[in-house]
């Protein structure tokens, strides 16, 4: 297992997801002071463009150059505000989530299916006394 890798790739996927809330954040921003452009950046982050976070802003760039850096700072702002939180936060999410996992799976394995009593049930078998007579 290369933990290394692991790590830069978990870190490039969270850096595209703040780079998402940030976009969410100054689109939400935008609708309050300036709708129109609002609604340009809305148009524009489209959910396969906003997932490489990296490309996107390349792109954003291209088109509106403020928009980008505005986005960039969010970013930032936001990676700052999470960072302190997420090692304890993934340990503890990691924990739960593997246990209510094992929960579920420990009520489906030990599930018993009631069946239907028999149609003509068997008598129960004589006693000795009885076969003596």
């Not at 780079?19 to 309050?32: F, G, N, P, S």
């Not at 936001?78 to 924990?95: C, F, H, K, N, S």
């Not at 078998?125 to 007579?133: C, G, M, N, R």
Request: proline share 7%.
């Amino acid at each position: 297992m290369d933990v290394k890798y692991i790590a830069k790739e978990t870190v490039k996927t969270l850096i595209s997801y703040l780079t998402y809330q940030a976009v969410r954040t100054v689109i939400a921003q935008l609708a309050e002071t300036d709708p129109p452009r609002s609604l340009w950046l809305q148009r524009f982050s489209t959910p396969s463009k906003v997932q490489d976070g990296e490309r996107y802003l390349h792109d954003l760039f291209q088109e509106q150059q403020d928009l980008a850096f505005r986005i960039l700072t969010v970013r930032e702002h936001m990676g700052d505000l999470v960072a302190d939180y997420l090692p304890e936060m993934l340990r503890t999410g990691i924990q739960q989530a593997n246990m209510q996992q094992r929960c579920q799976q420990l009520e489906r394995m030990t599930q018993v299916t009631a069946t239907e009593p028999e149609a003509h049930p068997q008598p129960p078998p004589q006693a000795a006394e009885d076969s003596a007579l």
